[in-house]
């Protein structure tokens, strides 16, 4: 204004002010907030918030680029785009017709478009809002901007109409409370403190409808300037100008966060969803296409569908016997001590072969229980079955008789190839078992030919199953997946494929009831490389194993990354010869970053190592990753398919963009054939693949669900992400948390139950019968204040814990069970996970008991360490105090 006065422009025209007196002043309006926003008017504005904002996720997930700095940055660039006129006017007439403004439909949109690249339902989107309500101040020159937090519900299939119709409504009720500031707002929220991110949102939508008019000075020219083209106030803030010649947008991003390119194709498939949301208004909004036809290729690219030449029409046991064929003379297994040649190894398993043939009728297809503990035998005898025409169904010795049961009925086992004394500890009848050390059954099988039965006189084909591995299944019973010969001489030729250099000797650590087992036999009879059994002696003591990995000059060895960790780190303080290892393969859970690169500097560029995953569905491994010689921070990558199969993210079966979120299917040669007796599981589990072309191969057609959560990088491996469901992974032991619940249940004394897992342990939160012992409040059985409450929840957790391992694996069996009167319930009845209880370690001490001798007090000091605890005494529990 001063500036006005004195422009030579003006020609000294100081008499008249061209604007009209102000009738209020800023400073009235300041004052009349203060009043009027108060008492109950402040109450009714703050209580709305409250309700609207309850349990705001605290922060967005859209995919980062680059790890989130510990304080926030407004480092920023912004990228500008447009939707062309006639895009423009048909969203806008289509919001009206709708009876919705712009605004609204644009913040439905850009809210559709966060929760498709998130892959989450509730959106938090801030937005300005000039807060001018009463027309006596428009004219006003000062601050009476505001930022409103607008959330959106995307959960289940919404539709544009849907949505629209949401975000009318939300922004309405808004306004309507638009006269608490934000700052108020954030005071009362309290979220959870953070340098890391801005407060209830981080991403916003501007709308800026206001023509701007050009402004004209006498003597003087006038542009617009962009301001602060590297800043972003906002992790992203899109900008969105309404002009005649359609809508121009400004993508302002953190570049501390953000990479250029996500943002380009964020930018693009916004103009693809408002392009689709105008044609279809009234479908899910998360199956409208999305992606550019390039990028879409691209993603699909990564699926990876190049299949190697597999070896066609045979079953996996004759490329073991083209091995026999070819060195009869190497070892083919060893076992404490003990070494087998490929001729003797087939020589004797051909004799078993011919009698399961000839004495118990086999058939291709029957199913023939292997019940042995780890031995040269456990090996012949699942060659022996495979070779019969049989699938092998593993029976682990160690299993609790319930269990083993029901796994004998279920896959109707009329033969268990075993061993005397384990015979009786599962009550087979002699006609059932078959026992290697009975010197009657030695003596018919040494009459027995030694050549191989042959699969053709068998009518034996590769669609036939090779083996039934169970896992846990969610309903209360175990699982068995049933995998063809096809699927497995698939899998196992991809290794001699994928893995460089070659397998020469093979450490087997899984006992075959764990598909991890597939890998290393097969692997190393159709390599003709020694397979070497891990003696239960090594297994319990690591420098035995470690002594044994360098005399046996193990090549390549497999094992579930933490428990390779403790082998590493007895390499790491033995003298151990670095030279003959040349692969370790770790799988089963996601690999750690500390144990991936300890092991890359003890061993350097000697030793590979590979992240495996895959599911015991798709036949032991679906992707793979050769770690590179670097340092990793985060998770470490589960890689690509070896070409097996194909691999997609998905979810609402939509292909997702690189760094979003969705659930893996895995399709190809390696899936298994489905559930045995289990129809309805196994079409809920592997359904149609919508990418199917009659071009690719039959096994294409099919689709496992794997229900695990994982995104593509932009180099097209794959990050692991975690589970979308309640299966969990305990030491590499693949549990449903559902079968220990349906197993508590079945307890008379279990009203509800609950298992979750609580730093690496399973932890079981149980409502008993007699909730009145419980009762009066919350408690955990181990701080009962009275004995006598004490002494019905110590004698109930007893009796738990004998009835679930009657049946469950001893793995399954929580460490803990908490007893509660009831469980914690959210406002809208459902269970609140968050309320639940945390068991406290220390209380579940047992009275002390001072330790006598120098043994037990050193002990008793390595365990104070190890579990930082200040005293630990005669009688406490290891496990049960959180160790692992
Ligand atoms: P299983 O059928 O016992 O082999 O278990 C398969 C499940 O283990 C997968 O669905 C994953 O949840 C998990 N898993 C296997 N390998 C890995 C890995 N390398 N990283 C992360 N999770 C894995
Ligand atoms: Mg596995």
């Not at 938090?124 to 009463?134: C, K, L, T």
């Not at 009831?513 to 036999?521: E, L």
Request: hydrophobic content about 40%; some cysteine.
């Amino acid at each position: 204004y001063q500036y006005y006065l004195q422009h030579p422009a003006r020609q000294g025209r100081t008499d008249t002010l061209p604007l009209p007196d102000l009738a209020l002043q800023y400073a009235d309006y300041a004052v009349w907030q203060r009043q009027w926003l108060q008492g109950e008017v402040l109450a009714q504005q703050l209580g709305y918030w409250e309700r609207q904002l309850q349990d705001l996720p605290a922060v967005h997930g859209l995919p980062l680029d680059y790890p989130r700095p510990r304080v926030q940055t407004v480092a920023g660039a912004t990228l500008h785009t447009r939707i062309d006129a006639t895009l423009a006017q048909a969203f806008t007439a289509l919001c009206q017709a709708e009876g919705a403004t712009l605004f609204m439909g644009l913040h439905a949109a850009f809210s559709t478009l966060v929760a498709r690249t998130s892959n989450e339902t509730d959106i938090v989107i801030g937005s300005p809002i000039a807060n001018r309500e009463q027309s006596g101040i428009e004219g006003l020159i000062g601050f009476f901007v505001n930022t409103l937090v607008l959330r959106a519900d995307l959960s289940g299939t919404p539709d544009f109409k849907h949505l629209l119709s949401q975000s009318k409504r939300t922004l309405l009720d808004a306004y309507a409370h638009q006269q608490v500031s934000f700052d108020q707002l954030v005071e009362r929220l309290q979220p959870q403190r953070s340098l890391a991110h801005s407060p209830l949102f981080q991403i916003m939508l501007v709308l800026q409808n206001n023509r701007q008019g050009t402004l004209a000075l006498p003597g003087l020219e006038l542009s617009q300037v962009e301001q602060g083209a590297d800043i972003a106030k906002y992790d992203l803030t899109l900008h969105v100008t309404e002009g005649a010649d359609g809508l121009g947008l400004s993508w302002e991003y953190n570049t501390d966060l953000f990479a250029h390119a996500r943002i380009a194709r964020m930018a693009t498939h916004f103009a693809n969803l408002l392009q689709q949301l105008v044609q279809q208004p009234a479908h899910n909004v998360f199956q409208l296409p999305m992606l550019a036809a390039q990028e879409r290729q691209q993603q699909l690219d990564f699926s990876g569908t190049r299949y190697p030449d597999y070896p066609h029409g045979l079953c996996i046991h004759e490329l073991f016997e083209q091995q026999v064929r070819a060195q009869p003379d190497a070892i083919a297994l060893a076992f404490d001590g003990q070494y087998l040649s490929y001729a003797a190894l087939n020589q004797r398993a051909n004799q078993l072969a011919h009698y399961l043939l000839t004495q118990r009728q086999i058939k291709p297809g029957t199913m023939v229980g292997l019940c042995l503990e780890r031995s040269l035998e456990m090996v012949l005898g699942l060659l022996a079955i495979l070779k019969s025409g049989a699938a092998y169904v593993p029976l682990d010795p160690d299993y609790p008789l319930a269990r083993l049961r029901f796994m004998l009925e279920d896959a109707q086992l009329a033969t268990v190839v075993t061993m005397h004394g384990l015979q009786s500890r599962i009550n087979l009848t002699p006609a059932q078992a078959l026992c290697l050390d009975d010197p009657a059954l030695q003596a018919a099988l040494a009459a027995q030919p030694g050549d191989n039965p042959g699969t053709a006189a068998l009518g034996l084909t590769p669609a036939h199953p090779a083996y039934v591995i169970y896992t846990s299944g969610s309903t209360g019973n175990p699982k068995g997946v049933l995998v063809a010969h096809q699927s497995l001489l698939v899998s196992t030729c991809a290794r001699l494929h994928f893995y460089a250099p070659p397998l020469q000797a093979f450490l087997l650590l899984s006992p075959c009831g764990f598909d991890s087992s597939v890998a290393g036999i097969f692997w190393s009879l159709i390599s003709g490389a020694k397979l070497v059994v891990c003696n239960p002696a090594s297994l319990r003591d690591l420098n035995r194993m470690v002594h044994l990995i360098a005399h046996e000059r193990i090549n390549y060895l497999l094992a579930v990354p933490s428990f390779y960790y403790e082998i590493l780190s007895v390499m790491q303080s033995s003298d151990f010869d670095r030279r003959h290892l040349q692969g370790v393969i770790l799988a089963g859970e996601a690999l750690m970053p500390h144990i991936a690169n300890e092991h890359l500097a003890y061993f350097g560029p000697g030793c590979h190592l590979i992240n495996e995953y895959g599911p015991t569905e798709a036949t032991v491994w679906s992707s793979a990753y050769l770690l590179e010689p670097r340092q990793y921070h985060g998770q470490v990558p589960i890689g690509k398919s070896p070409g097996i199969g194909q691999l997609y993210v998905l979810h609402q079966g939509q292909i997702l963009p690189s760094g979003t979120p969705g659930e893996l299917y895995v399709g190809g040669a390696g899936l298994a054939l489905g559930y045995l007796n289990r129809p309805d599981l196994s079409a809920e589990k592997f359904v149609a693949n919508p990418f199917y072309d009659p071009g690719q191969p039959h096994s294409s057609r099919l689709l496992y669900r794997t229900g695990d959560l994982v995104r593509w990088l932009a180099d097209g491996n794959l990050d692991f992400l975690g589970r979308i469901d309640h299966q969990v992974k305990i030491r590499g032991f693949r549990i449903e948390l559902g079968e220990i619940e349906t197993a508590l249940l079945n307890h008379a004394e279990v009203r509800e139950a609950l298992v979750l897992v609580d730093e690496q342990r399973l932890l079981a939160y149980v409502v008993p019968e007699q909730a009145a012992d419980v009762a009066g409040r919350a408690y955990l059985a181990e701080t009962a204040e009275t004995a006598e409450k004490a002494d019905t929840a110590a004698g109930l957790q007893q009796r738990l814990r004998h009835y679930l391992a009657e049946s469950l694996p001893d793995y399954m069996v929580p460490a803990t069970f908490m007893l509660l009167p009831a469980f914690p319930l959210t406002p809208n009845g459902k269970l609140d996970r968050k309320a639940l209880p945390k068991p406290d370690r220390a209380a579940r001490q047992s009275a002390w008991v001072a330790p006598e001798n120098a043994l037990q007090q050193t002990l008793c000091e390595l365990w104070q360490q190890v579990l930082g605890l200040p005293r630990i005494g005669l009688h406490d529990h290891f496990f049960l105090l959180g160790g692992h």
